[in-house]
């Protein structure tokens, strides 16, 4: 049960990740899931890459394929709209920052 909790909550976080990378630069699936665990996030492709379509179909990420290797590899950019909900999210999570941080 307190997993679930976690997970759920930790959720948000890794949103903001993909985001916040998202936006500095083109990302993929591979990377990101090295990036989060260098974070201390334990995240699997089945669970990364249905956060990668949620946040695409909610028009905060747009996608584009390129053939690597051989493969087509799909990389991800924050869109406008994206850039907007990052913000509000640094905002927010610097303040809770503020608020929750040991004294």
Do not use: C
């Not at 909550?9 to 665990?37: C, R, S, V």
């Not at 334990?42 to 990420?61: D, K, Q, R, W």
């Not at 493969?71 to 850039?83: A, C, L, M, P, S």
Request: proline fraction near 2%.
């Amino acid at each position: 049960m307190e997993e679930r909790i976690v997970r759920k909550l930790f959720l948000g976080f890794i949103q903001i990740h993909i985001l916040h990378h998202a936006n500095q630069h083109p990302i993929f699936g591979l990377w990101m899931l090295e990036e989060l665990k260098e974070h201390g996030y334990n995240v699997s492709a089945g669970t990364l890459y249905p956060i990668f379509h949620s946040m695409e179909s909610n028009g905060l990420l747009q996608k584009e394929e390129q053939k690597v290797d051989g493969k087509i590899r799909k990389y991800y950019t924050t869109t406008e709209k994206g850039v907007i909900v990052l913000e509000e999210a640094r905002i927010k999570a610097y303040e809770l920052f503020k608020e929750i941080k040991e004294k």
